[in-house]
């Protein structure tokens, strides 16, 4: 059986490590994990390709190196704890570019690459941040430009969804939960946990006639 090659954006630490060790352990799965720098996984069925997403020259340079893939999986971001009426403009940029406008790059760079197979799956690691319904829920505002970003994104996913119907692509946005990572913080459950419910998601997913935003427990978020 060829084995299926998933590509996951956004592999250096936490969740996106995370995703590599435990989707590798499936034999029938070859793995490229894009780091900023060079790293051995120490898997046979593991590369990695050296990506950052904020710079489009380093995207190009990735995705001349890779001809095929069945997955791609966009787990990059940044988030601090800012406030949309505080945050500078600089950092504000930041968060478009790295939020926004980097997995749109990754997108438009690895499409040849996901045409040339039929799985054609596009995920994007996103939050219950970028849900405009459950953030129209809170009694306080929750992170405001890590959240107006990630709302964005899925945004982003939508409307993927629609471009490519006619060629069957899959576009998931996946909330992974409070994780505790170096971006989440401390009191989150373990990484470990929320990457065995992505990888769930992941196996299970199916070409839909609607994009999906589903929780690392299989529960559907509003958008």
């Known amino acids: 059986m060829t084995p299926k090659i998933v590509l996951i954006v956004g592999a250096s630490r936490g969740i996106g490590r995370e995703l590599v060790r435990q989707l590798s352990a499936d034999s029938n799965l070859q793995i490229i994990a894009t780091v900023r720098q060079q ?51 600089e950092k504000f940029d930041k968060y478009l570019d790295v939020n926004v406008k980097g997995p749109l790059r990754i997108v438009k760079a690895f499409l040849p690459a996901l045409l040339a197979r039929e799985t054609r799956q596009i995920v994007l690691t996103s939050s219950l941040c970028g849900s405009l319904q459950k953030q129209s829920e809170f009694d306080h505002g929750s992170l405001g430009p890590y959240s107006l970003t990630k709302a964005a994104g899925n945004m982003m996913m939508i409307q993927l969804h629609h471009e490519l119907r006619q060629e069957k692509f899959t576009l998931l946005s996946f909330h992974p939960g409070w994780v505790a990572t170096d971006m989440g913080g401390s009191g989150g459950m373990p990484v470990e946990t929320s990457v065995a419910g992505y990888v769930k998601v992941l196996k299970e997913l199916k070409l839909k006639d609607h994009p999906q935003f589903i929780a690392w427990d299989g529960t559907i978020v509003p958008w």
């Open 39 to 89: 790293t051995d996984f120490g898997a046979t069925n593991i590369s990695y390709l050296v990506l950052d997403q904020s710079v489009p020259s380093s995207i190009t340079q990735a995705a001349s190196q890779v001809p095929e893939i069945d997955t791609l999986i966009i787990n990059g971001a940044f988030g601090e704890e800012d406030q949309l009426l505080t945050c500078p403009d």
